[in-house]
């Protein structure tokens, strides 16, 4: 089955995800040929997530001890997605393999799609999930605005409908989710499952956690030094959004860097829901999700 993208002119279905044409190449030799070490950490999500700040905070965590000053950071100078590549387009040819342990990559590719190696091995993956409803607002404005082909952008009710039946880029949103929520269940060590909405409430204890689930746990030392606090500092919206090196260039030769920065806001989406469209998409949630044990405050 084929069908139109939101960004770009076709997505097929491939292996039970709605998968971009221009990566289906890329994924097959990712899943073939990627060779997974013991200490890579994967940082995996649904576009329009958080992966832009998750990946700079699993950057900044990772590799605290080598950056201890945060005046010259690598976070001052270059985006989180050219600090944790993703992993798919490094098959491409114009992005090279990390070569420094632990190795960090991102990742859209739904964990039933991971490659075998990446399965066999004990590398760590941290999922980003976000609300749905937001979910959905962040990328009618992303994928509005990088639209690779002269196509009239979506209207917001044609990308609803799309969206409800789960064709978008990466999508089903709820099978994605899934596919990583029920491997955090089974194998809490190997997937710590994440909330966008968890980080901005409370991101001093995600920051912990994560720092844990890696192990990377923090010392006394560094709590007493507020290290933890100039990561989140560090990571922040307001910093890295208005950080020269995210506000012009493009990075993988075609995204903006600054489209990853729009308002960083919880329940945004209030502003463009209409009651039909809240009562649909809480539907669908509510039916996509049952029984799973994963669910979001609405
Ligand atoms: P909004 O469109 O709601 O503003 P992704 O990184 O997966 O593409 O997700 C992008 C979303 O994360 C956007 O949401 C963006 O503004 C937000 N975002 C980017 N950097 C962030 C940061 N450092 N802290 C919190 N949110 C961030």
């Not at 976070?75 to 798919?88: G, I, K, T």
């Not at 990559?105 to 980003?128: A, D, Q, R, V, W």
């Not at 030094?225 to 030769?253: P, R, W």
Request: with cysteine; proline share 6%; glycine share 4%.
């Amino acid at each position: 089955p084929r069908e139109r993208g939101w960004a770009i002119p076709d997505l097929y279905l491939f292996q039970q995800f709605w998968c971009p044409s221009i990566l289906i190449k890329e994924v097959n030799i990712f899943q073939k040929d990627f060779e997974a070490k013991d200490s890579d950490v994967i940082v995996a999500s649904f576009p329009k997530s958080g992966t832009t700040w998750l990946k700079a905070l699993t950057f900044a965590i990772v590799n605290r001890q080598c950056f201890s000053s945060f005046e010259n950071h690598p976070l001052l100078s270059s985006n989180p997605h050219e600090l944790v590549l993703a992993v798919e387009f490094i098959y491409r040819g114009d992005v090279h393999c990390p070569t420094i342990e632990p190795r960090l990559f991102g990742t859209h590719t739904p964990f039933p799609s991971l490659p075998k190696s990446i399965m066999e091995s004990n590398c760590k993956i941290i999922y980003i999930c976000r609300n749905p409803f937001d979910t959905f607002v962040s990328a009618m404005s992303f994928f509005g605005k990088i639209k690779l082909e002269p196509l009239s952008t979506l209207k917001m009710e044609e990308a609803f409908e799309m969206y409800c039946n789960g064709i978008i880029e990466f999508g089903p949103w709820w099978s994605h989710m899934l596919g990583y929520w029920k491997e955090s269940i089974a194998k809490p060590i190997r997937v710590l499952f994440l909330k966008y909405e968890d980080l901005k409430e409370d991101a001093n204890f995600q920051v912990k956690k994560i720092a844990e689930f890696l192990g990377f746990p923090f010392t006394q030392e560094e709590e007493n030094n507020k290290v933890i606090e100039s990561i989140i500092k560090l990571c922040s919206f307001e910093k890295m959004k208005n950080l020269e090196v995210n506000k012009s260039g493009k990075i993988y030769q075609f995204l903006e860097k600054k489209y990853f920065f729009r308002k960083a806001e919880t329940r945004d989406w209030e502003n463009y829901f209409s009651p039909y469209m809240r009562e649909k998409l809480s539907k669908i949630i509510e039916e996509k999700l049952d029984g799973s044990g994963l669910s979001f405050v609405i």
